[in-house]
């Protein structure tokens, strides 16, 4: 089962790095790079921790999500396909896959409304879930060398933190539509075309960049700052925890499918799957 007890992330075992500033920077390093920084449920449990702390701490006046390696994120660690939820029955499973994913929500939500701005530097993949956490960022800037896609469907689950309608919301929902429902790759240039991104910068010159505009955010007025957010996400995220309650019910009945597990293994060992719709 996932660890949701634990308060403490132990040394040698970090998914990501909190750093605080002195220039009111707290800087959130996704620090796996050598799994091109895959994400897991410790992950997860790691960033609702993390997200816990940059909230209260009032040194923290912008956040710099950034990500050490060539890739920001490859996604969802599929060398670890379910090995977190197991039930002695298929509807046993989606029950327990579904409190798992709201549990999962949870701490998304900790750190997609953290009262402090979050700037996202990406770089090279960024694939499903790592997709899916840039856009849980309130600005985006990325290397021209970055590559965006939500392959889930692909894999033959469902996409299951809100990547898809942050996306109806940022670019339309025909463009959610088509990257999730294609799992298509897009390079940076599409991407900041689609308003998914704010800046494309080379990519020597992204850490600055993207530190210099959570500086920038930082250097403000930060109950100013922090009320000009919530007033934007109140409007532009109206809708999101409704829909977010609907996604927590698809990943669960497509990640205990029959087709996720053919997907996964076809992913995991370079093939391509046959779904069935089961
Ligand atoms: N889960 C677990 N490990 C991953 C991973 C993932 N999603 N993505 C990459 N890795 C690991 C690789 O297994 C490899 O580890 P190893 O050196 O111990 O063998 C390392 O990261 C480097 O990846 P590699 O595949 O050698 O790099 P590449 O440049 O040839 O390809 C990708 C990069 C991202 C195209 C390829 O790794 C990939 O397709 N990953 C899976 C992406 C995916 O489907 N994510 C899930 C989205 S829901």
């Known amino acids: 089962m996932i660890d949701t007890i634990a308060t403490e992330i132990p040394e040698g075992q970090e998914?990501?790095?909190l750093e605080v500033g002195e220039d009111g920077l707290g800087i959130?390093?996704?620090?796996?790079?050598?799994?091109?920084?895959?994400?897991?449920?410790?992950?997860?449990?790691?960033?609702?921790l993390l997200a816990d702390r940059i909230r209260f701490d009032d040194r923290i006046r912008a956040v710099l999500l950034r990500a050490e390696g060539r890739a920001f994120c490859a996604g969802i660690d599929v060398t670890a396909p379910g090995g977190a939820i197991t039930g002695r029955s298929a509807a046993q499973r989606t029950r327990n896959y579904h409190e798992g994913i709201r549990w999962a929500h949870e701490r998304f939500a900790a750190f997609a409304r953290l009262p402090q701005p979050v700037v996202a530097?990406?770089?090279?993949?960024?694939?499903?879930?790592?997709?899916?956490?840039a856009l849980m960022a309130d600005i985006r800037i990325a290397a021209d060398d970055a590559?965006?896609?939500?392959?889930?469907?692909?894999?033959g689950v469902a996409v299951d933190a809100g990547g898809d309608l942050r996306i109806a919301r940022d670019a339309g929902a025909g463009w959610a539509k088509l990257l999730a429902l294609t799992g298509r790759r897009i390079d940076a240039a599409t991407a900041e075309r689609l308003g998914l991104l704010q800046e494309v910068v080379a990519p020597a010159e992204l850490a600055e960049a993207a530190r210099a505009t959570a500086a920038e955010i930082a250097a403000n007025a930060p109950l100013a700052v922090q009320s000009v957010k919530r007033s934007i996400d109140a409007y532009a995220d109206a809708a999101m925890a409704s829909a977010l309650d609907r996604t927590a019910l698809a990943a669960a009945l497509t990640l205990t499918s029959e087709d996720a597990q053919e997907g996964y293994a076809a992913g995991a060992y370079r093939r391509t799957p046959r779904f069935e719709g089961i």
Do not use: I, M
Request: proline share 4%; net charge positive.
């Open 121 to 133: 530097a990406v770089q090279g993949y960024c694939l499903g879930f790592g997709f899916e956490l």
């Open 28 to 48: 959130l390093t996704l620090c796996r790079p050598d799994k091109l920084n895959a994400w897991s449920w410790e992950s997860t449990r790691q960033l609702g």
């Open 15 to 17: 998914r990501l790095r």
């Open 147 to 155: 590559v965006l896609a939500l392959p889930e469907a692909r894999l």
